[in-house]
């Protein structure tokens, strides 16, 4: 199905470049895939309010954050298979493909959103979850899919806590590859902008002219705030970039548009080296910024 047909179904506006879909499902599959998400958007939409509208705020937020730092592990995995550091390559594919799951999961009508109990989800429970939410857009893509996403997290597990003589010449073929890592991680992420232009095209349906705030509430800190076991860290970056959007955010926006271009830059720039050599062999995280999520 072409990109522009996929847009026109969602009901948005922004233009976007599907790749994945476009070339993995059929036109009946993502037909019937927004057609049940914008369903299931409805009830939402219709009661749609400030408190509503900061929720889905914080949700679409952090779920652009998995996105763009699954971005950074991708592009890293790539940059480690050319390099021969093999060692990396099993963390690196897994948590580029459970970030995209916990950002394909925030994005969900049917997912409630319990505060810092659904950011805190186990691994085993997101995979799981992303498994069975994946058969909305067909059970080939559960009975697939699924079984890949164990399989990553197995076989980062083995190298976590063991450590085969054989390296990763003991997964054999099944091992999870960094372009399959990839290629889910971006069906996902692409199952994620779906969602969020599903809300955004609802809501604007229901309150053509409303224009919705953002409130102040405790989950806001869930976008900038990070506890650990030793300390509780406020990131300068997110507390700008919420503020930003206090200011400017009235109303759902797919992630797409949430990727401002000042976010992006200082997101990967963030990973640059933090002197100004330029060896070639250095790893550019600036490179591949649309590896995942379509944005320049």
């Given at each position: 199905?072409?990109?522009?047909?996929?847009?026109?179904?969602?009901?948005?506006?922004?233009?976007?470049?599907?790749?994945?879909?476009?070339?993995?499902?059929?036109?009946?599959?993502?037909?019937?895939?927004?057609?049940?998400?914008?369903?299931?958007?409805?009830?939402?939409?219709?009661?749609?309010?400030?408190?509503?509208?900061?929720?889905?705020?914080?949700?679409?937020?952090?779920?652009?954050?998995?996105?763009?730092?699954?971005?950074?592990?991708?592009?890293?995995?790539?940059?480690?298979?050319?390099?021969?550091?093999?060692?990396?390559?099993?963390?690196?594919?897994?948590?580029?493909?459970?970030?995209?799951?916990?950002?394909?999961?925030?994005?969900?009508?049917?997912?409630?959103?319990?505060?810092?109990?659904t950011i805190e989800m186990t691994h085993s429970n997101i995979l799981n979850l992303t498994g069975d939410k994946l058969k909305r857009l067909g059970q080939r893509?559960?009975?697939?899919?699924?079984?890949?996403?164990?399989?990553?997290?197995?076989?980062?597990?083995?190298?976590?806590?063991?450590?085969?003589?054989?390296?990763?010449?003991?997964?054999?073929?099944?091992?999870?590859?960094?372009?399959?890592?990839?290629?889910?991680?971006?069906?996902?992420?692409?199952?994620?902008?779906?969602?969020?232009?599903?809300?955004?095209?609802?809501?604007?349906?229901?309150?053509?002219?409303?224009?919705?705030?953002?409130?102040?509430?405790?989950?806001?800190?869930?976008?900038?705030?990070?506890?650990?076991?030793?300390?509780?860290?406020?990131?300068?970056?997110?507390?700008?970039?919420?503020?930003?959007?206090?200011?400017?955010?009235?109303?759902?926006?797919?992630?797409?548009?949430?990727?401002?271009?000042?976010?992006?830059?200082?997101?990967?720039?963030?990973?640059?080296?933090?002197?100004?050599?330029?060896?070639?062999?250095?790893?550019?995280?600036?490179?591949?910024?649309?590896?995942?999520?379509?944005?320049?």
């Amino acid at each position: 199905m072409d990109s522009d047909f996929i847009v026109a179904l969602t009901g948005s506006s922004l233009s976007y470049n599907y790749r994945e879909l476009a070339s993995r499902c059929s036109d009946s599959e993502i037909e019937n895939y927004i057609r049940r998400t914008r369903d299931l958007f409805d009830p939402i939409a219709r009661e749609f309010s400030d408190a509503h509208n900061t929720e889905w705020f914080i949700r679409s937020y952090l779920a652009l954050k998995y996105v763009l730092g699954s971005t950074v592990l991708a592009n890293s995995a790539e940059y480690a298979e050319n390099r021969n550091l093999q060692v990396t390559l099993p963390y690196l594919r897994y948590y580029a493909i459970l970030n995209c799951s916990r950002s394909f999961l925030l994005t969900l009508p049917c997912l409630d959103w319990r505060g810092e109990k659904t950011i805190e989800m186990t691994h085993s429970n997101i995979l799981n979850l992303t498994g069975d939410k994946l058969k909305r857009l067909g059970q080939r893509y559960e009975d697939s899919l699924k079984p890949r996403l164990l399989a990553a997290k197995d076989q980062r597990e083995l190298f976590s806590y063991r450590f085969p003589s054989s390296g990763l010449g003991i997964f054999g073929d099944d091992i999870v590859s960094v372009d399959e890592a990839v290629s889910i991680a971006r069906l996902l992420t692409e199952l994620a902008q779906i969602n969020l232009a599903c809300l955004e095209n609802r809501v604007g349906k229901y309150h053509p002219e409303k224009k919705f705030g953002l409130l102040d509430i405790d989950d806001m800190w869930h976008t900038m705030r990070y506890d650990s076991n030793t300390a509780s860290l406020i990131d300068d970056e997110d507390y700008s970039r919420v503020a930003y959007f206090v200011r400017k955010y009235r109303g759902p926006a797919c992630l797409a548009a949430l990727a401002t271009d000042g976010l992006v830059d200082e997101f990967f720039g963030a990973w640059s080296p933090v002197d100004d050599t330029d060896d070639a062999g250095d790893f550019n995280a600036d490179r591949q910024w649309n590896l995942l999520l379509d944005v320049w």
